[in-house]
């Protein structure tokens, strides 16, 4: 890839048009175009006044890994406009280049490859199937039927590739699923509360666990068996009959949120749970959802918010290789995406701690 697409890459990852960044660099738009594609080459001063702006690091433009997101697969896509999704994708290429240019670095990595079981049936053909699906998966991953306290890392762990990108466009954005190099990435949204992140990663491992193994009836119901999926593999219905007992007529709320403490599933999708699993009615669901409305909390859920996920495993590494002298300071930096300042307040643990209490 040249320097032009690596600007022009910045530049739709940033959101800018080609004239607000001509504003805030100084430099021409149509300079700007004209190092976009390749027809002259950017002086070091303007880079550094592109960097700024564009705020990356000057040796972005000049990274030689480049990669492609495959199989997009947006949660509620329709809602966001192309210029939002190409800022979006852009992001993440950018997380996914940093991501593959440290994975060269390490001799060995210590992620497995991503493979799903063998066992997992071939055709999925009804709904309650699903149910069945999510089990086993736990059952080969060895996750037991208790909550999963860190979805992040046991999807990492399997070398499934975790992201974070902005809520962009009034927190439209929930997240994504794609491949690069043939290896799933999943990418929610960095500012939603924790359920909400959990929900979003089991919805999008719902897809990568259902693509080829639905009948052509259920084929069109991809979304609702994603969700499915989605709750089964939080709370398996064995616990859910558990916790909820086989047959209810109402919810107080605040026992919805114990469950939500626990289980770090969202109050609507445990109602949504007990109705998937016959456990109320449609009419009791429809009632308490209209209660759930009524006070707006289908918006924002009552009682404390669920702490966010966290990727951890691309700081580890970078940490790892600069421990073993695989990379220099300012290397590691870039890698993190940080400024070398602030790299070395990362680096540095108690200065960490004292700013953290400043
Ligand atoms: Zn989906």
């Known amino acids: 890839m040249m320097i032009g697409e690596r600007i022009q890459q910045a530049r739709k990852a940033s959101g800018l048009s080609l004239r607000v960044l001509a504003e805030k660099t100084g430099v021409t738009a149509m300079a700007i175009s004209k190092y976009e594609n390749n027809q002259s080459t950017p002086s070091s001063g ?4 592109l960097s700024n702006a564009l705020r990356v690091r000057t040796e972005y433009f000049f990274r030689q890994v480049s990669v492609e997101l495959k199989e997009v697969e947006y949660r509620k896509h329709s809602k966001l406009p192309k210029k939002v999704l190409a800022q979006i994708e852009g992001n993440v290429l950018e997380q996914i280049e940093r991501y593959l240019t440290l994975e060269e670095i390490l001799p060995v990595s210590p992620i497995q490859a991503f493979e799903l079981p063998k066992s997992l049936p071939a055709k999925i053909t009804d709904y309650d199937e699903i149910e069945r699906l999510a089990n086993l998966l736990r059952k080969e991953w060895k996750l037991g039927q208790n909550p999963i306290l860190d979805l992040t890392g046991t999807l990492e762990e399997r070398g499934i590739k975790v992201f974070q990108a902005e809520a962009l466009h009034d927190g439209k954005f929930d997240g994504l699923a794609c491949r690069v190099n043939g290896a ?3 990418v929610v949204g960095i500012n939603w509360p924790g359920d909400r992140q959990r929900f979003t990663l089991a919805h999008e491992l719902g897809h990568l666990i259902l693509n080829g193994r639905l009948s052509a009836e259920l084929l069109e119901n991809e979304e609702k068996l994603a969700h499915r999926f989605a709750g089964a593999f939080l709370a398996p219905a064995s616990e859910v009959l558990k916790e909820l007992g086989s047959q209810r007529s109402w919810f107080e709320p605040r026992e919805l949120c114990v469950l939500k403490k626990a289980y770090g599933l969202s109050m609507s999708a445990w109602l949504r749970r007990a109705q998937d699993l016959s456990i109320i009615n449609d009419a009791t669901y429809l009632k308490m959802v209209k209660l759930f409305r009524k006070y707006g909390w289908h918006k924002q859920e009552p009682c404390d918010e669920y702490p966010r996920e966290e990727p951890q495993v691309f700081t580890q590494l ?24 602030e790299f070395r307040a990362l680096r540095k643990v108690d200065h960490a701690r004292s700013a953290i209490n400043q």
């Open 46 to 49: 303007v880079l550094l006044a």
């Open 184 to 186: 799933p990435i999943i």
């Open 318 to 341: 970078v940490f790892h290789a600069l421990a073993e002298d695989l990379v220099s300071e300012s290397k590691a930096a870039e890698l993190m995406g940080k400024s070398l300042r």
